[in-house]
């Protein structure tokens, strides 16, 4: 079999093939748009392999089948997004994540809360790993065995498909991860790779010896230091494997077309069962080369491409969001139309964080000004914490601009939040310290963090300041349900076996049942962090100027003032203004003075005056509507 050649006739002779074939009109038309592309990435990752050009034939014709048995419901919703295709960029969206098992008991207990989750108005809902994973510590299901079969213990995948339509009747798009930088241990391509199967050895990186590990762990860092140095395990017989990750999640070779095609058929199975969102696992750690960091090298990149080309041809309504969690250059260079058209924002949620720390919303604001703006047909997924820890992934150069430096501001921001401060209103727990170099993240829920936990006043006013920058900055803001009802750190992680090395569980409670049963009773602080939320849900819902992704940033002139306007028709705008100071400020008249001088307050719903300046109060937001002279 030749290599890929770099003219047109891989790709004539793919379409000659499939139009012999008599294959859909429709299917026909998106190879013709996209196979081109496929074919120029396949040449860029595989042109050096012999089998490339039979993988790439292989990856066609596993699309066709796949678009060939695409249900008809999910081929209606391709049109309908094709139609609308910034659906996602509406001030109406809203995401929740949360544990199949532990928020609702299984996939029945998450179907039994989709009138719950209309009345947030939920449009979007990441269920947390649900694929069958080793028994004990699966780094909660981040270790996958089955991509096909749901963990017995949550349901199985007729449930899971069932609930898929389901969700999409009542408006709310379903998201997985697809967890494709590694499977699990007990995964049948890692079993065979272990029993010496040829095939499925090229499916992983492994190494008979420490001359290459040691050689690659020269320029790779350390993920999870508790479990295990450096990135590889070694096998019982002897040999290296990779694990960036756990010593159980094994890396896959992307090197190989063979894990590609492979991988590209997991993902368009999950996509015919009626998953609309993919959130890419871990995407900085899909391709290594020695002598680099191996983190989000320009293969990574194209791999994304790739499967995203591949998805355009089969599953055209199904979307990427990427999981980086890296300095921002990178971060971003992750999102495009063609690579992940969703993705994480980072920076944003942790630069909340330092801002209530340190009372100064600068770094934040700087952020907002300088790494908000995104290609067009993209969005940000702005959360205020998720299922993992907190890392502290400001760019040092912009710190340093500020006159702060990154290395010490770090510690500064771990011992704060782990309490460790004087005058910390935070119960947070560390995560991955490393001693060695210093290095460490945090745990915690966002009611624990803020300060509820530790009965600090300002603590429910932080939980709102918060969500209300995830509500208001655009693109999808996400929820991790039960913070609503202001859940807090569960330490039982520390009495559980597989629990109890992993200080993330500290903050992946149990649906909290009583905080749920107190959300009408404003005498709580479940009530009253839920009546205050739900209302800026409410108001976000009906504020078209929240839609989006334009960002002015507006300086109010106070340094623990972050504020910025959302643009929207006609001159009009909103102009947030969150306070993370422990008291008020007055932003006075002259900055206003751009702004025509009657502005409605939109969550309390009352016209404020500017024209004499504006108190911004103690941990508080403004959602003002304003006019642009
Ligand atoms: C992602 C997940 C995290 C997991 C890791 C390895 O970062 O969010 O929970 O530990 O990938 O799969």
Same mark, same amino acid.
């Given at each position: 079999?030749?290599?890929?050649?770099?003219?047109?006739?891989?790709?004539?002779?793919?379409?000659?093939?499939?139009?012999?074939?008599?294959?859909?009109?429709?299917?026909?038309?998106?190879?013709?748009?996209?196979?081109?592309?496929?074919?120029?990435?396949?040449?860029?990752?595989?042109?050096?392999?012999?089998?490339?050009?039979?993988?790439?034939?292989?990856?066609?014709?596993?699309?066709?089948?796949?678009?060939?048995?695409?249900?008809?419901?999910?081929?209606?919703?391709?049109?309908?997004?094709?139609?609308?295709?910034?659906?996602?960029?509406?001030?109406?969206?809203?995401?929740? &994540?949360?544990?199949?098992?532990?928020?609702?008991?299984?996939?029945?207990?998450?179907?039994?809360?989709?009138?719950?989750?209309?009345?947030?108005?939920?449009?979007?809902?990441?269920?947390?790993?649900?694929?069958?994973?080793?028994?004990?510590?699966?780094?909660?299901?981040?270790?996958?065995?089955?991509?096909?079969?749901?963990?017995?213990?949550?349901?199985?995948?007729?449930?899971?498909?069932?609930?898929?339509?389901?969700?999409?009747?009542?408006?709310?798009?379903?998201?997985?991860?697809?967890?494709?930088?590694?499977?699990?241990?007990?995964?049948?391509?890692?079993?065979?790779?272990?029993?010496?199967?040829?095939?499925?050895?090229?499916?992983?990186?492994?190494?008979?010896?420490?001359?290459?590990?040691?050689?690659?762990?020269?320029?790779?860092?350390?993920?999870?230091?508790?479990?295990?140095?450096?990135?590889?395990?070694?096998?019982?017989?002897?040999?290296?494997?990779?694990?960036?990750?756990?010593?159980?999640?094994?890396?896959?070779?992307?090197?190989?077309?063979?894990?590609?095609?492979?991988?590209?058929?997991?993902?368009?199975?999950?996509?015919?069962?009626?998953?609309?969102?993919?959130?890419?696992?871990?995407?900085?750690?899909?391709?290594?080369?020695?002598?680099?960091?191996?983190?989000?090298?320009?293969?990574?990149?194209?791999?994304?491409q790739a499967f995203n080309a591949v998805l355009r041809m089969a599953a055209p309504s199904l979307l990427f969001k990427s999981e980086a969690i890296v300095h921002p250059d990178e971060v971003i260079s992750y999102i495009s139309p063609e690579e992940c058209q969703l993705s994480y924002n980072p920076l944003q949620m942790a630069l909340t964080w330092e801002a209530l720390a340190t009372r100064d919303g600068r770094l934040l604001q700087q952020a907002l000004e300088r790494r908000h703006a995104l290609p067009d047909a993209t969005a940000w997924v702005n959360y205020v914490r998720s299922h993992d820890d907190i890392g502290w992934t400001f760019a040092d150069e912009d710190a340093a601009e500020l006159g702060v430096q990154g290395y010490p501001h770090r510690r500064f921001l771990n011992d704060f939040y782990v309490g460790r401060v004087?005058?910390?209103?935070?119960?947070?727990?560390?995560?991955?310290?490393?001693?060695?170099?210093?290095?460490?993240?945090?745990?915690?829920?966002?009611?624990?963090?803020?300060?509820?936990?530790?009965?600090?006043?300002?603590?429910?006013?932080? &939980?709102?300041?918060?969500?209300?920058?995830?509500?208001?900055?655009?693109?999808?803001?996400?929820?991790?349900?039960?913070?609503? &009802?202001?859940?807090?750190?569960?330490?039982?992680?520390?009495?559980?076996?597989?629990?109890?090395?992993?200080?993330?569980?500290?903050?992946?409670?149990?649906?909290?049942?009583?905080?749920?049963?107190?959300?009408?009773?404003?005498?709580?602080?479940?009530?009253?962090?839920?009546?205050?939320?739900?209302?800026?849900?409410?108001?976000?819902?009906?504020?078209?100027?929240?839609?989006?992704?334009?960002?002015?940033?507006?300086?109010?002139?106070?340094?623990?003032?972050?504020?910025?306007?959302?643009?929207?028709?006609?001159?009009?705008?909103?102009?947030?203004?969150?306070?993370?100071?422990?008291?008020?400020?007055?932003?006075?008249?002259?900055?206003?003075?751009?702004?025509?001088?009657?502005?409605?307050?939109?969550?309390?719903?009352?016209?404020?005056?500017?024209?004499?300046?504006?108190?911004?109060?103690?941990?508080?937001?403004?959602?003002?509507?304003?006019?642009?002279?």
């Open positions: 079999m030749p290599h890929l050649s770099a003219g047109p006739d891989d790709v004539s002779a793919i379409l000659s093939r499939l139009t012999a074939a008599r294959a859909d009109r429709d299917f026909i038309a998106g190879v013709e748009l996209h196979l081109p592309r496929l074919h120029d990435l396949f040449l860029r990752l595989y042109g050096d392999r012999p089998d490339g050009r039979e993988r790439l034939a292989s990856v066609v014709d596993l699309a066709h089948r796949s678009w060939d048995a695409r249900p008809a419901g999910l081929k209606a919703l391709d049109r309908e997004r094709a139609s609308a295709p910034d659906w996602f960029e509406s001030e109406r969206m809203l995401g929740g &994540v949360c544990y199949v098992d532990r928020y609702a008991g299984g996939l029945h207990g998450i179907r039994e809360s989709i009138p719950y989750f209309r009345e947030l108005g939920l449009t979007y809902l990441h269920l947390m790993p649900l694929f069958e994973s080793p028994e004990g510590n699966s780094d909660g299901g981040y270790a996958v065995s089955s991509y096909r079969r749901v963990n017995p213990a949550l349901g199985t995948m007729e449930e899971l498909t069932e609930l898929a339509a389901e969700l999409r009747r009542a408006g709310i798009s379903l998201v997985v991860d697809f967890i494709f930088n590694h499977t699990s241990n007990e995964h049948e391509w890692a079993q065979k790779a272990v029993a010496g199967d040829a095939g499925c050895e090229d499916f992983y990186l492994i190494f008979p010896d420490r001359a290459l590990p040691d050689a690659y762990e020269r320029t790779t860092r350390e993920i999870f230091p508790d479990d295990h140095p450096g990135s590889f395990v070694q096998l019982p017989d002897g040999r290296w494997i990779w694990a960036t990750f756990y010593h159980f999640q094994w890396d896959l070779n992307y090197a190989n077309p063979a894990v590609f095609e492979a991988m590209a058929g997991e993902m368009l199975f999950l996509a015919n069962r009626g998953v609309e969102i993919l959130r890419m696992d871990a995407v900085a750690f899909i391709w290594k080369r020695l002598g680099t960091a191996c983190e989000s090298l320009p293969e990574a990149h194209l791999l994304l004087e005058g910390s209103f935070s119960r947070g727990v560390p995560f991955q310290e490393n001693p060695r170099t210093g290095d460490a993240r945090i745990a915690g829920t966002t009611a624990s963090l803020a300060g509820i936990e530790a009965g600090d006043a300002g603590g429910e006013d932080r &939980v709102i300041l918060a969500h209300a920058l995830a509500l208001s900055t655009g693109g999808i803001p996400l929820l991790y349900l039960g913070d609503e &009802v202001a859940q807090l750190n569960d330490y039982s992680y520390r009495r559980n076996r597989a629990e109890a090395g992993d200080s993330r569980w500290v903050h992946r409670p149990h649906r909290p049942e009583q905080n749920y049963a107190d959300r009408a009773d404003a005498t709580t602080p479940a009530g009253r962090v839920f009546a205050r939320l739900t209302r800026l849900i409410e108001v976000r819902r009906s504020t078209p100027e929240l839609a989006g992704n334009d960002l002015i940033a507006f300086d109010a002139h106070v340094d623990s003032v972050v504020a910025f306007l959302r643009p929207g028709e006609a001159g009009a705008a909103v102009l947030v203004i969150a306070n993370v100071a422990d008291h008020a400020v007055e932003i006075d008249a002259l900055t206003l003075s751009g702004l025509d001088p009657d502005a409605v307050d939109l969550i309390a719903n009352e016209s404020v005056a500017l024209a004499g300046g504006l108190t911004a109060p103690a941990h508080g937001v403004l959602w003002l509507r304003v006019g642009m002279r």
